[in-house]
Nanobody, 125 residues
Framework: QVQLVESGGGLVQAGGSLRLSCAAS?????MGWFRQAPGKEREVVAA????????YYADSVKGRFTISRDNAKNTVSLQMNSLKPEDTAVYYC?????????????????????WGQGTQVTVSS
């Protein structure tokens, strides 16, 4: 069983930045960040493979968010810049026991095996 512990959420004004981090207690392959806003379904934000560091971003965050990982430390981070009020959500770190195939990085929730407890990100206007 792999434990995922997130940190870095908080309150920020629109246009500001936050950095989320997630530490895994064991070996993981693809890792991703998902979010869920009140009354909305969970959606993928970004994901990254282990072997080749291929990345995937939701259209809504492209150019603003950057996902990165440190395989030696089993960590994944999400740098969020130019934050908007619509980015307000609980952000979840997720880890898969399989890596991506080819250039495709897992991006569906059911492709991930472990989930963190979530961290709140609130962007004020």
């Amino acid at each position: 069983q792999v434990q995922l512990v997130e940190s870095g959420g908080g309150l920020v004004q629109a246009g500001g930045s936050l950095r989320l981090s997630c530490a895994a207690s064991g070996l993981t392959f693809s890792m991703g960040w998902f979010r869920q806003a009140p009354g909305k379904e969970r959606e993928v934000v970004a994901a990254i493979s282990r072997r080749n560091f291929y990345t995937y971003y939701a259209d809504s965050v492209k150019g603003r968010f950057t996902i990165s990982r440190d395989n030696a430390k089993n960590t994944v981070s999400l740098q969020m810049n130019s934050l908007k009020p619509e980015d307000t959500a609980v952000y979840y770190c997720a880890a898969a026991l399989k890596d991506g195939v080819g250039f495709r990085v897992p991006r569906e929730g059911n492709e991930y095996d472990y989930w963190g407890q979530g961290t709140q990100v609130t962007v004020s206007s």
